[in-house]
């Protein structure tokens, strides 16, 4: 009889194996066997943790943004000031890209596979990018920025085009630009 230990541990490397395969091949590209033998288990197991492709697509995407979440926690305590604190997520995004290979967004990927606005991996999708417009909101609020709504929807206008160029153009390095152009959006918005 398999531990919660096992089960954990096993979820977890489907979960693994899901996200490289998602990935190097397309979501849609990748089908359930593929999967399982890629983590070394049989269609029965991975069927015991997923009742359905759907439902690890989503886990895969939900436990990026457990880890999206923590290394945005890490980002905020390395600096003091709410503005670093903005730019920090800018360093980050360009930190992530690269270690995704530069593939680029898989909540971007995700969504282009899953029209579907209602769909339940649009909703992980939708979760995740909401996540990131409150943190900048949070952080421009900190920092006593005027216009946020309009500064918000910049900053995550550029943090999404550079993650995009930088998959699209494999050069990570168009977050230099996008962090310049951030800092002056910062700059303007600060209380007079």
């Known amino acids: 009889m398999p531990t919660t230990r096992d089960f ?33 288990m049989s269609k029965m197991t991975l069927y015991a943790h997923f009742a359905s492709k759907d439902e690890l697509i989503v886990a895969f995407l939900d436990k990026r943004n457990e880890r999206w979440e923590a290394a945005v926690q890490q980002s905020m305590a390395a600096s003091e000031a709410p503005a670093d604190k903005l730019l920090g997520l800018f360093d980050l995004h360009r930190q992530w890209l690269r270690e995704g290979g530069l593939r680029g967004c898989p909540y971007v990927n995700s969504a282009a596979e899953f029209p579907d606005r209602a ?38 206008l550029l943090l999404e085009g550079a993650f995009l160029t930088g998959a699209l153009e494999n050069d990570d390095s168009v977050f230099l630009v996008a962090r310049g152009l951030a800092a002056e959006l910062i700059q303007a918005a600060q209380p007079a």
């Open 8 to 40: 954990t541990a096993n979820h977890q490397k489907l979960i693994d194996a899901a996200s490289a395969l998602f990935f190097r091949d397309g979501i849609n590209a990748t089908g359930i066997a593929a999967v399982a033998e890629f983590a070394g």
């Open 119 to 156: 769909h339940p991996v649009r909703l992980a999708v939708d979760r995740h990018k909401r996540g990131v417009k409150q943190h900048l909101l949070d952080l421009a609020e900190m920092a006593g920025l005027s216009d946020l709504q309009t500064l918000v929807t910049r900053l995550f």
